[in-house]
């Protein structure tokens, strides 16, 4: 036991060696986020209990899954402790919403239910609308060069701040909805909607740009075209459901015309026929009266 490297104590030494409290390790992600250690994180389950009491009416049922994916993955995201909300976040969401609901049959309820997303993740609908409405603007008129050269960090635009930020925080993470603010960046400022040219791109801003992993973002651009894809579709199909339930709307009303035409036509036709009855009675009523 003398010899031992633990010393006399085994039990106690290993017991010192593999003593762990949460957040107090001594590294650099530690250091940075045990401080959160132990605090108390809304639930997947909360989040889809807000979303349902803000929302307050039930959803179509075509939107049904995808609304239950969108609440889950957003409360994923901004829940991490790494997540930091920024303008092509703010960006990505917005389009995302967009996309999806823009078909929605009642427009009003589509409104109440991106107000329920953003609300059951925490997020101020205002704040995140400003942000991409702003990034947006900034972006029309520019080239892809242009918003290479920002996400280096050069300029004064808030994507050049954003991409400073970026690359200064080696915790940074990357989300999916940051990923789709990018698409739709290159769709603002030209670039072919095609998975091929957005992949490039992608590989571009995200890789050389901001110096971060890109494989999951040109992925997740991949899927965004994919999924598009059907959505696009989806409208398709829907326009010519509504377009033959009006040409069936159309037909049922110009058949209640014609029976209201035929009976309008039956009425002047019956009350001619009285009138020709009453004359000829009138007329013999004085016939009568005169020979008699």
């Not at 939107?63 to 960006?91: I, Q």
């Not at 740009?209 to 651009?221: E, F, I, W």
Request: glycine share 6%; aromatic share 8%; net charge negative.
């Amino acid at each position: 036991m003398a010899n031992s490297p633990f010393g006399g104590d085994i039990k106690k030494s290993l017991d010192n060696l593999i003593q762990y409290s949460p957040g107090k390790a001594d590294t650099p992600f530690a250091k940075k986020f045990g401080h959160l250690a132990g605090k108390e994180v809304k639930t997947v389950g909360d989040a889809f209990t807000s979303f349902t009491d803000v929302l307050g009416t039930p959803i179509n049922a075509l939107y049904k899954s995808v609304s239950s994916d969108l609440v889950g993955t957003l409360h994923l995201v901004v829940v991490n402790a790494r997540f930091e909300k920024d303008p092509v976040f703010s960006l990505g969401i917005v389009t995302v919403i967009n996309l999806i609901f823009k078909n929605y049959p009642e427009q009003n309820i589509a409104e109440r239910v991106k107000t329920a997303l953003l609300e059951s993740a925490g997020l101020d609908e205002a704040e995140v609308d400003a942000e991409a409405a702003e990034l947006l603007a900034w972006a029309q008129g520019k080239s892809k060069e242009d918003i290479a050269t920002a996400l280096r960090g050069e300029g004064d635009s808030k994507l050049a701040e954003t991409a400073i930020a970026i690359k200064g925080n080696e915790w940074w993470m990357y989300s999916r909805f940051f990923g789709l603010g990018m698409v739709k960046l290159m769709e603002v400022v030209g670039v072919e909607q095609d998975m091929s040219f957005a992949y490039d791109v992608m590989e571009d801003w995200v890789g050389n740009c901001l110096g971060k992993p890109h494989y999951t973002a040109c992925n997740d651009s991949d899927d965004y075209f994919k999924q598009k894809g059907k959505l696009d579709m989806m409208e398709t199909m829907m326009k010519e459901i509504e377009i033959r339930e009006k040409k069936r709307m159309a037909d049922r009303l110009e058949a209640k015309a014609e029976i209201a035409m035929i009976a309008v036509e039956k009425a002047a036709k019956f009350k001619i026929e009285e009138e020709k009855e009453a004359a000829a009675k009138a007329a013999k009523d004085e016939s009568d009266e005169a020979t008699s």
